[in-house]
């Protein structure tokens, strides 16, 4: 495994060294819940009850993983699932692959609260996360197996349950993230011919993006920029699917830190633990023939070491 800080790399998985003036820490990389999801996504860390939650998209499934005793609960959706959150009110949020859903792990409960997309056969939606001021945004993509086609969207859903379209058209939606004072909001398109995360500055109030610029292209590293999170400094971190790593991003857009995984396809990052200095990890088995040399792929992991905390998410305030 190698470890990039800004400088060069660190390839004593064990041992702290060096590097040019910085240190790198000791990164401890784990697999706490061996699974073959076929797309595991969608991690969230639930501050109140110290649970992660998370999805396998193809499977439809929402998991529950329970750091303390290892234990993972799943519960059916019905259909594919791009993103969650949990609600202010109890229960989550859902980004599926027909529209926005509020659903009860109780009793299983789905409510429909809207599916701006109906009309585009072929499109689901995939990543998601709440704002600071606990609105719910999650973006669309065509995944019916037709040549790419820019015709996803990111949608923000209120606190009353209304939805606005934004910031289209996009290939692969992903990357979506707020800084930790809430003014600058981020997001990727996956796409191979795109690679590209932006930021826009964000009103808090309004819920408005505007002032799109690049962030960053990805093309600078293996990965293509996939889930994402961001730390108490401000940085990007996010999971270079197909590229083996996870990378994190300073708010200047430069690149310091690259984590080299066992996975060539990482797909979600989330900081969690009581001290939210764990980073999880989930991953995909779809399209996966080398088994034998990533026997672990669809599984979740856990980074430790990184020397840094995430910030907690915001309900959804609906």
């Known amino acids: 495994m190698s470890i990039y800080w800004r400088g060069g790399y660190v390839r004593d998985r064990e041992k702290a060294t060096p590097v040019s003036g910085r240190f790198a820490m000791t990164i401890s990389i784990d697999c706490v819940f061996p699974s073959r999801s076929r797309l595991g996504e969608g991690a969230i860390w639930d501050v109140d009850d110290a649970r992660l939650w998370w999805v396998d998209i193809r ?86 197996g037709a040549p790419p086609e820019r015709r996803g969207s990111f949608y923000r859903l209120d606190p009353d349950h209304s939805v606005s379209r934004h910031l289209d058209p996009v290939h692969t939606t992903n990357g979506l993230a707020f800084s930790p004072d809430g003014d600058v909001m981020y997001f990727a398109d996956t796409n191979r011919d795109v690679q590209t995360v932006w930021a826009c500055d964000y009103d808090p109030d309004t819920g408005t993006p505007t002032a799109k610029r690049v962030f960053f292209h990805s093309g600078e590293v293996a990965g293509r920029p996939d889930g994402a999170t961001i730390d108490v400094d401000g940085c990007y971190w996010f999971a270079g699917v197909g590229g083996w790593q996870i990378v994190r991003v300073t708010p200047a857009g430069l690149v310091d830190r690259i984590i080299e995984m066992p996975v060539e396809k990482p797909s979600k990052v989330m900081f969690g633990d009581a001290g939210l200095d764990t980073l999880y990890v989930t991953s995909i088995a779809e399209g996966i023939s080398n088994t034998a040399v990533q026997p672990d792929a669809g599984s979740l992991f856990a980074i430790t070491g990184t020397g840094t905390q995430g910030l907690p998410q915001a309900r959804f305030a609906g």
């Open 59 to 144: 499977a439809g499934l929402v998991h529950r993983y329970d750091p303390a005793s290892g234990r993972n609960d799943s519960f059916e959706i019905g259909e594919q699932v791009g993103s969650i959150a949990r609600c202010a009110s109890g229960g989550l949020v859902m980004a599926t692959e027909s529209g926005f859903y509020l659903f009860d792990p109780a009793s299983g409960e789905k409510q429909c609260i809207a599916t701006p997309e109906s009309h585009l056969e072929g499109n689901r939606f995939n990543d998601g996360t709440t704002d600071p001021h606990g609105r719910f945004w999650a973006g669309t993509m065509r995944d019916d």
